[in-house]
Structure formats: structure tokens, C-alpha cells
């Protein structure tokens, strides 16, 4: 075995790797949240 297949099938492990951890992100269940319908603000506007 020589190194540009070593270095090819890493790259192809790799990018098999990535691929199912996006697939599992987008179809993993997410607990459910305390009545809030959408995701949380990133700013908060302060009253002064």
C-alpha cells in the first residue's frame, strides 16, 4: 500500500464521517422545550 492510497482512503473515511454526522444531527429527536416554538433570541433588548 502506498501512500496516496493510504492518504485517499483517509480522506474518503473522513468525508463518509462528516456526511453521517450531519445526517445524524438533522434526524436526531431534540428534547422538547418549556413552551418556547422557535430558538432562543441572541440578543436581549434591555429597558433602561
Known sequence: ???ESLIDTLLNVSVFVVIGLLVWLYFRKEPPDEGSSGPAPLF????D
Request: no cysteine; proline share 0%.
Open 44 to 47: 436581549t433588548k434591555d429597558s
Open 1 to 3: 500500500m502506498n501512500w
